[in-house]
């Protein structure tokens, strides 16, 4: 069988989970990409090296053109935030599974979610979007609020704003590196950050649990440690898989953030439409013990899932990253990592390599290595991440 995959980077979920999943099902993988150099360099060295084919993959007519030219395909699938309307659009046109793509756009747009959600009457977050050149001043808009890209991803040029003389200031910051980009000014949702993991095949949706996410401290939203949570209670999930449906998510992994409210009410932060990142999802396979690379092709696919997925809810784990806090060059830091100890598995990535240069972005992009246990409680896991930190070093040299 044929999977076209569309895909910018070569990410960890990309080498590390879904092309071994795919090579595990006898997939034919093609992968349509604007950067094949940068793949070619990221499979050398592995097994299982698919077929790379350049493509403008952000261009549904592109992507369309260039999949009628390999030969029918029996799926047309892609990870990326950036790449989902297409991905769905592709998939449609070929009669293939395949997202809702206007499910695809919601979640992608951030001022889109807002409005639709509200019209649904779940959830009215004041939101206002900011095109290239509008002056933030004539916003009728709440202190502290947000302010974020549009179709930004990462917590980059994500940031809290306490007053319009700050947001009128921030603003010129992201349009000096963004000047196309049309801004979203919303409403600060307080609360503790949560995630919710679901899969479905597009007729049922399976619950994976979720994460609770610790941030950085203000004006930042840097996403610094998370601990898997095996259930949230019964209403919040509710709330969060109610708009969910509203927004039309069903088919393959989606990865949504929301908070808690002191009255109970659970708000979507944002909707990513694909699997958790950042080393997250190999973490997850791990702690429920299912092939969930493989069953998130399957969908994709067309296959139904099991009614019961077989998942462990006994397992805990911890995923953190370590992070830069100056720019410079990083000269000294530790290579991958694997080790079992005490019923504990941790596993270190890192995400820069030494020699390589960066500027500070204050944004995940600033992470320069993940590392994530899983064992049978949260204090052994814990301490496992702990000790691993403490032994190892990071050194930036300005």
């Keep these: 069988m044929r999977l076209h995959l569309l895909a910018l980077n070569p990410t960890d979920s990309v080498t ?68 989902q309307t297409q991905t769905a659009l592709a998939a449609e046109y070929f009669g293939l599974p395949a997202k809702d793509w206007r499910a695809a756009l919601r979640a992608k747009d951030k001022g889109q979610l807002r409005r639709h959600l509200a019209l649904a009457g779940l959830d009215a977050v004041r939101s206002a979007e900011l095109p290239p050149g509008a002056d933030p001043v004539e916003l009728d808009v709440p202190f502290p609020c947000v302010l974020k890209p549009r179709e930004g991803v990462a917590s980059e040029d994500v940031s809290l704003v306490s007053d319009a003389a700050e947001l009128a200031r921030r603003c010129a910051e992201i349009r000096a590196r963004r000047p196309e980009a049309v801004l979203v000014v919303e409403e600060f949702l307080a609360g503790e ?28 939203f840097i996403e610094e440690v998370l601990t898997f949570v095996p259930a949230h209670p019964a209403d919040v999930t509710g709330q969060v898989l109610a708009q969910l449906d509203a927004l039309g998510v069903g088919l393959g992994a989606c990865h949504t953030e929301f908070v808690v409210q002191p009255d109970g009410r659970a708000r979507i932060i944002e909707v990513n439409y694909r699997a958790i ?34 998942a462990r809810t006994d397992r805990r784990a911890r995923n953190e990253a370590v992070l830069a806090d100056r720019a410079g060059t990083l000269t000294a830091a530790p290579g991958p990592y694997d080790a079992e100890s005490d019923g504990v598995e941790l596993s270190y990535r890192p995400v820069r390599r030494v020699g390589e240069h960066h500027a500070l972005h204050r944004t995940n992009r600033d992470y320069l290595g993940v590392v994530w246990a899983v064992g049978p409680d949260q204090q052994r896991v814990d301490a496992a991440v702990a000790g691993f930190l403490a032994a190892n070093r990071w050194e930036i040299t300005p």
Aim: hydrophobic share 40%; net charge negative; proline share 7%.
């Design 193 to 220: 950050l949560h995630t919710l993991e679901t899969l479905g095949d597009g007729h049922a949706r399976h619950v994976l649990g979720g994460f609770r996410t610790r941030l950085s401290p203000p004006p930042d």
């Design 277 to 310: 990142g950042d080393q997250c999802d190999l973490m997850l396979a791990r702690i429920l013990g299912i092939p969930f690379f493989e069953l998130v092709l399957r969908a994709h696919l067309g296959e139904r899932l099991p009614a019961d997925l077989g």
């Design 16 to 83: 590390d989970g879904f092309l071994p999943a795919a090579a595990r099902l006898g997939l034919d993988v093609t992968i349509l990409t604007d950067d094949p150099a940068a793949h070619q360099r990221a499979y050398a060295e592995r097994e299982f090296r698919p077929r790379l084919v350049e493509c403008d993959v952000r261009d549904f007519r592109a992507v369309i053109s260039t999949v009628s030219q390999l030969g029918a395909p029996d799926a047309v699938f892609s990870n990326s935030d950036h790449l």
